[in-house]
């Protein structure tokens, strides 16, 4: 095999050696690549692809203060068939505008050696310098199995270092030798295997390598079987995993809404505080309203974010996650998306956004294209404000049955709506537009363990971070231009009229009032007047701004929700007519319901699949969709005379 | 007499098998045998999914969990403990 003799890129000096870090999905090599750069990483994408790329320079301590180290993307093998795959092979290549590494670390999991060999002699069948590092050496122990290090080194001609990565034994063996040369010849047996071509003679040199070395497999974990045993249980496991996603819920809605409420009363007590010291200038209110309040809009979903990223990354890491995409697959399979899209879609019930970058654990590309799509559907949080105003303005709280009244069902029942949307347009998508081979649907379940919280605390900074310049950016973007929008043209203020007239002159004159009016024909099937059209217009940068933009269109004092309501629905004490009628309401509902109306959730898409391509199509079909579905509830409301 | 895996599934049959084969070719089967499900491995079906399907298997010191789709393709047949 030429490779095998293909020789390694020569090092300028200066340069930092380069090292990567290879493994299979639980093999514990994040762990492992934490406690080697003393949890410190840089978090990014690869260029094009979805991939996430993590690197980090070797702790200092372990004598090199020049090696950087790359945690590459969790693989089964180096044959590329998922995006993960191919990005791993590319950087051991050299992709991506980078030399290849100096050195490979290929982590394996001591408990499952067998599986984790093949990957070795695949790495070594690239030419690069490898060495190993056996993970989870305490669990193997504590199942009775044995394997030594050393017999394992000899057999294979390169360095095997026992480690537990979450407890640091065997991490400093392990820094040394990767700060140290990396002149090791693969022993006779090693290029043997790595000269195999199918997976069958890779998975036969691993037994004959283990069989070299007098090693004593594991016993079954036994934790893992009795806690399976209850988890996964006909009756109990299916119980368990209601209680999983009604945790889920808790954790999105309530938990989070007092960190939510303090972020957002934060922001706008600086904006009005900014407001009230600076002289009265467009400037002033540029920051206050445009950059303050857009930058504040983005982060109250902060909370959240983090929130939901913790139980995601603590459930995936003690073994759970796996278990609820294994109970909940078949459910999954009916629309033709597989147990693994559950998890994000659950998320987008909180925001979008964190619940498409979830759609990472998905292997299958096609299916995870086909979340990220339909992940919009989910009822967001940013739906909320502006269905609790149009529910209590226009639905009446009658009781219909028991404790349900007619307002809870409407609310529920745009709940179900956008269930019903996401899953139906995910069957169509894999049964239309997206059908095509696809890979066979596995998942690995790995033993409970129970997780390192730095470990997690790390994976929470790294998301945080990724949101808030991914959404930061084009949120606080779209809000300065939207505040242009609704300000422009200038006009001298009318020192008859009080400020919130002015700001009323100003706004029935802008370019966004403008906009609305030029939305007046295609909006005019439902009834909505272009102020409606303006709130839609300025709910493009969150929904939720669609009740403050109407606020101020209305020059309604005070932004209270329920005062603008009774304007809305044309109940108000001054006997004004309604502002929407009933059908038009409730067309209103089921357009925020099924439309694209959120400028993070787009920036999202165009990063996670690399182009404007599937943003637009998602802005296309879930704003036609919605068109369609208002004008029909409309329709159908008014001939029920609603 | 082989059987698939799925039928080893359907039996809830917890006897230690070995696999013969991976029926069908392409990057589908060859993705199955890269994960382990190759001929001449040990496998024993551990338990059903609450609802029936996935099914999850003992592959190699690993709990792996396949489709009766999947499953189906795996022939399989018993050894002697």
């Known amino acids: ?642 | 007499m082989d059987r698939t895996l799925a039928d080893v599934a359907d039996a809830s049959d917890e006897r230690l098998l070995e696999i013969a084969e991976v029926t069908g070719t392409g990057a589908d089967s060859r993705r199955l045998r890269e994960i382990g499900f190759c001929a001449g491995a040990p496998i024993r079906f551990v338990r059903r999914a609450p609802l029936g399907d996935p099914a999850m298997y003992e592959l190699r010191g690993a709990l792996l969990s396949l489709r009766r789709s999947e499953a189906r393709r795996i022939r399989v047949h018993r050894v002697a403990e």
Not at chain 1, 371 to 390: E, G, K
């Open chain 1, 1 to 642: 095999m030429t490779a095998l003799v293909r020789l390694r890129p020569s090092v300028p000096p200066k340069r930092p050696g380069r090292v990567a870090i290879l493994g299979a999905p639980n093999s514990g090599k994040t762990t492992l690549f934490n406690a080697l750069t003393g949890h410190r990483a840089k978090a990014g994408n690869y260029p094009g692809v979805t991939v996430d790329r993590r690197e980090g320079d070797l702790q200092r301590r372990f004598g090199a203060d020049d090696v950087r180290l790359i945690d590459l993307p969790g693989v089964y093998s180096l044959q590329p068939q998922s995006e993960d795959e191919t990005v791993a092979v590319q950087v051991l290549a050299g992709g991506f505008g980078e030399a290849p590494p100096d050195g490979v670390v290929v982590v394996v999991d001591s408990t499952t050696i067998e599986r984790g060999l093949p990957l070795l002699a695949e790495a070594a069948g690239l030419g690069l310098p490898v060495c190993v590092a056996l993970t989870m050496i305490d669990e193997l122990k504590a199942r009775h199995g044995e394997i030594d290090p050393k017999e394992l080194e000899e057999e294979l001609g390169v360095p095997v270092v026992g480690v537990v990565g979450n407890r640091g034994l065997g991490i400093d063996d392990l820094g040394t030798l990767v700060s140290s040369s990396w002149d090791w010849t693969p022993s006779p047996g090693l290029l043997h295997g790595a000269e195999a071509k199918t997976p069958e003679d890779r998975f036969g040199w691993a037994s004959d390598v283990l069989g070299a070395c007098r090693r004593q497999a594991p016993e079954p974990n036994r934790w893992t079987r009795r806690l399976d045993r209850f988890l996964l249980h006909p009756a109990i496991g299916s119980a368990v995993f209601l209680a999983f996603v009604a945790f889920f819920f808790q954790a999105i809605f309530t938990w989070a809404t007092p960190a939510m409420d303090f972020l957002s009363g934060l922001m706008d007590g600086l904006a009005d505080r900014v407001l009230a010291t600076l002289p009265d200038t467009a400037l002033t209110r540029l920051l206050a309203d445009g950059v303050i309040r857009g930058v504040g809009a983005v982060i109250v979903f902060l909370p959240q974010i983090v929130l939901l990223f913790t139980v995601i990354l603590f459930l995936e890491a003690c073994g759970y996650m796996a278990r609820a995409a294994f109970v909940v697959d078949r459910v999954m399979g009916w629309v033709g998306l597989e147990g693994r899209c559950f998890i994000a879609l659950l998320s987008s019930y909180a925001c979008a956004v964190p619940g498409i970058m979830a759609t990472r654990t998905i292997p299958s590309p096609r299916d995870r294209l086909t979340t990220i799509l339909v992940a919009p559907f989910a009822t967001c949080s940013a739906r909320l404000p502006v269905y609790i105003l149009l529910i209590a303005a226009f639905i009446p709280a009658d009781p219909v049955f028991g404790p349900f009244t007619w307002q809870g069902l409407t609310l529920t029942g745009l709940y179900f709506l956008g269930t019903g949307a996401a899953l139906l347009s995910a069957a169509v998508f894999k049964r239309g537009l997206l059908r095509g081979a696809t890979l066979p649907f596995y998942l690995e379940l790995p033993p409970y363990r129970l997780p390192r919280p730095s470990d997690i605390a790390l994976g929470v900074w790294d998301r945080a971070k990724l949101f808030l310049r991914r959404a930061g950016t084009i949120i606080l973007a779209a809000s300065v231009v939207l505040w242009f929008l609704l300000n422009l043209p200038r006009r001298p203020a009318d020192p008859q009229l009080s400020v919130t007239e002015n700001q009323r002159t100003v706004l029935e004159g802008s370019y966004a009032a403008s906009a609305g009016r030029l939305l007046e024909p295609v909006f005019a099937p439902m009834d909505f007047d272009w102020r409606i059209n303006v709130g839609l217009v300025a709910s493009q940068a969150a929904r939720e701004v669609m009740v403050a933009t109407l606020a101020q269109i209305y020059a309604h004092e005070g932004e209270d929700g329920e005062g603008l309501g009774l304007l809305l629905a044309g109940s108000g004490e001054g006997g004004a007519p309604p502002l929407l009628s009933r059908p038009s309401a409730l067309a209103l509902l089921v357009y925020f319901a099924f439309a694209m109306q959120c400028m993070s959730t787009l920036a999202v898409i165009r990063r996670e699949t690399g182009g404007w391509r599937w943003p637009a199509f998602t802005f296309a079909y879930m704003n036609g969709l919605a068109w369609l579905s208002a004008w029909l509830t409309f329709v159908l409301a008014s001939a029920a005379g609603a």
